[in-house]
T-cell receptor, first 113, second 117 residues
Framework: NAGVMQNPRHLVRRRGQEARLRCSPM?????VYWYRQLPEEGLKFMVY????????ESGMPKERFSAEFPKEGPSILRIQQVVRGDSAAYFC???????????FGPGTRLTVL | AQTVTQSQPEMSVQEAETVTLSCTYD???????LFWYKQPPSRQMILVIR??????QNATENRFSVNFQKAAKSFSLKISDSQLGDAAMYFC??????????????FGKGTLLTVNP
């Protein structure tokens, strides 16, 4: 009964490269959330997805960031042309329904050189 | 918009003693949930305890209990008989139970708890 899985756990990119972060929700969960934790800060909501749909992306920067949750496979958070300010821990959570408890993955720590 | 404030960036406690972490929040809603999450050095977010705003009784989970003061919008966490494994960053979080954003967690900035042997 695996929990939420995220990979990679650590990702290093140079400025201008692309970062792809993956999240596999808990078995049976079809609701996925992405949060970002900047240094010395709490987690901040980025986006909420159901299978094949983006429900709320109000917390996501308008440029360079995108997210998807396809019918098959993990949810992907994609950051194009990364900058140093994108360095952070990115957490994925999943739930059975949108109002249920969210279970968090271990996070991906992105470092931009 | 809801905000969550944790006014103690750092706290320390002696092993086996009791410590209380503070949290206040601001909301105009009446139906919501409050949470305390623990984030150890591994960075995994672990749910410690939750409190539904409509419940008058304070939640308790073993050595962890809360003091929920709805009128004062205060939600403190008490850890009794502190153990070395309690050392972590603790985050207070809010989630609405009504309206269109009843899935979004709003976190405070955290309190780093050190447990001294």
């Amino acid at each position: 009964n695996a929990g939420v899985m995220q990979n990679p756990r650590h990702l290093v990119r140079r400025r201008g490269q692309e970062a792809r972060l993956r999240c596999s929700p808990m078995k049976g969960h079809s609701h996925v959330y992405w949060y970002r934790q900047l240094p010395e800060e709490g987690l901040k909501f980025m986006v909420y997805l159901q299978k094949e749909n983006i429900i709320d992306e109000s917390g996501m920067p308008k440029e360079r960031f995108s997210a998807e949750f396809p019918k098959e496979g993990p949810s992907i958070l994609r950051i194009q042309q990364v900058v140093r300010g994108d360095s952070a821990a990115y957490f994925c959570a999943s739930s059975l329904q949108g109002y249920n408890e969210q279970f968090f993955g271990p996070g991906t720590r992105l470092t931009v050189l | 918009a809801q905000t969550v404030t944790q006014s103690q960036p750092e706290m320390s406690v002696q092993e086996a003693e009791t410590v209380t972490l503070s949290c206040t929040y601001d909301t105009s809603e009446s139906d919501y949930c409050l949470f305390w999450y623990k984030q150890p050095p591994s960075r995994q977010m672990i749910l410690v305890i939750r409190q539904e705003a409509y419940k008058q009784q304070n939640a308790t989970e073993n050595r962890f209990s809360v003091n929920f003061q709805k009128a004062a919008k205060s939600f403190s966490l008490k850890i009794s008989d502190s153990q070395l494994g309690d050392a972590a960053m603790y985050f207070c979080a809010y989630r609405s139970r009504s309206g269109g954003s009843n899935y979004k967690l709003t976190f405070g900035k955290g309190t780093l708890l050190t447990v001294n042997p």
